[in-house]
Structure formats: structure tokens, C-alpha cells
């Protein structure tokens, strides 16, 4: 069935560094990727997207990667800070048929000063 | 302009009886979906409402049921409450297509059952 998972459970990176945030997706069928963030207390909150028919999307400070070969999704945060402490999911969700996000399992960014 | 309202934000209740979550979405969007978040299954997708009729359904017993108004607000509710159902329930609003950031997430119900 449809999976998304999650390589690293807990990255922890020091302030200033560059993080690396690595999604594997099974479903060949998803079209659209989203990187959420959640915050404790708080719903996830979007942080970038990118299509399937993209390798690469760039926002402030993030990056997303697509390798759709391997099906493996990659999140760059540049410059790490200590407010990017949080757990980062990867989505996935298909443009047509069930209208779902897929969850990864999450990765807790651990920022150290 | 105002996002995604869950309300109430924490819930106490004890297995047998029933809750009802409510959920706000952004004006102008027809889309809510919810999500249940526990620590053993992540986040798994309950059911989506548009333009109140009930667009897709996840793998949830039908204990779980929900409906939408004219307004787009949304409930949810689960009957006969298992101890199993205690977790964070989230409600995402989407216009109902795939566009940028397209799901916004409220803050959720922490729903803890007794």
C-alpha cells in the first residue's frame, strides 16, 4: 500500500549548520510533496512544496529535492537556528483518487547552540 | 485573515461516551479534512469534507463520522470512546485543489479518553 517513511528518527545539528532531512515514498503515483514542520502545541505548519514533475524547489533557507527514481524526498534547511527546532514530515498526496496527504513518520530537528 | 479553528483545544472523556470536535476552515475554503496524530500511528487520515458532502474516507471504523454545514465549518464525532482514541485530532483546509500550501492545519483537539 501507499508509504511514506522517514530514514533518520532524531537529527540533532549545531546552530549555523546546514540540516538534512531525508524522506523514502513508495507511492509512484503522488504527484505533490509538502514538507510540514510542527511545533509542540501546535498543528503542522507548511514549509515548502514541489511537484513531480520538478527535482528541485527552493524557498527561504529551504531547499526540496526530488529523486524520483529512488522516490526519495530530501529537506535542506541552510544556516540552522534554534527556532527550526521541531519535527519535520514529509507528505505525499496523488492529484487524483483518493485526495489524502500521507504522513512520514516524522524527524525531530534538534538544534543545539 | 484568520486561519484553521479547532475548538475545544483539550478534551477529557471517559471510554463509553461520545465527543464532538469542531473545526473552523479559512473563508473561502470548501475543503476540511481531519487527521488523527498519535505516537504509535503518526498522522493518519481520517475523512474530507467539500461543499458538505463527504469526498474521501480513510481507514477509521464508523465510530468515527463527521459532516460539514453550508459555511464549511466542520464537525466530527466518535461514539462508544475507546481508550485507543485518545490523541490529537487535526483539521486541514484546502480550497479542494492542489495548490501551493494547500492544507492548512489548525492546532488540534488533544482529546485524552479515561
Known amino acids: 500500500g501507499e508509504s511514506v517513511g522517514l530514514h533518520l528518527p532524531t537529527l540533532s545539528v549545531q546552530e549555523g549548520d546546514n540540516s538534512i532531512i531525508n524522506c523514502a515514498y513508495s507511492?509512484?503515483?503522488?504527484?505533490?510533496f509538502i514538507w510540514y514542520k510542527q511545533e509542540s502545541g501546535k498543528g503542522p505548519q507548511f514549509i515548502i512544496d514541489?511537484?513531480?514533475?520538478?527535482d528541485k524547489r527552493q524557498g527561504q533557507r529551504v531547499t526540496v529535492l526530488l529523486n524520483k527514481t529512488v522516490k526519495h524526498l530530501s529537506l535542506q534547511i541552510a544556516a540552522t537556528q534554534p527556532g527550526d527546532s521541531a519535527v519535520y514530515f514529509c507528505?505525499?498526496?496523488?492529484?487524483?483518487?483518493?485526495?489524502?496527504?500521507?504522513f512520514g513518520s516524522g524527524t525531530r530537528l534538534q538544534v543545539q547552540p | 485573515k484568520a486561519g484553521v479553528t479547532q475548538t475545544p483545544r483539550y478534551l477529557i472523556k471517559t471510554r463509553g461516551q461520545q465527543v464532538t470536535l469542531s473545526c473552523s476552515p479559512i473563508?473561502?475554503?470548501?475543503?476540511v479534512s481531519w487527521y488523527q496524530q498519535t505516537p504509535g500511528q503518526g498522522l493518519q487520515f481520517l475523512f474530507e469534507?467539500?461543499?458538505?458532502?463527504?469526498?474521501n474516507k480513510g481507514n477509521f471504523p464508523g465510530r468515527f463520522s463527521g459532516r460539514q454545514f453550508s459555511n464549511s465549518r466542520s464537525e466530527m464525532n466518535v461514539s462508544t470512546l475507546e481508550l485507543g482514541d485518545s490523541a490529537l485530532y487535526l483539521c486541514a483546509s484546502s480550497t479542494g485543489s492542489l495548490a501551493k500550501g494547500g492544507y492548512t492545519f489548525g492546532s488540534g483537539t488533544r482529546l485524552t479518553v479515561v
Open positions: 473563508s473561502g475554503h470548501r475543503s
Open positions: 514541489i511537484r513531480s514533475n520538478m
Open positions: 507511492n509512484s503515483a503522488s504527484d505533490y
Open positions: 507528505a505525499e498526496i496523488a492529484d487524483t483518487g483518493r485526495r489524502a496527504l500521507t
Open positions: 469534507y467539500f461543499s458538505e458532502t463527504q469526498r
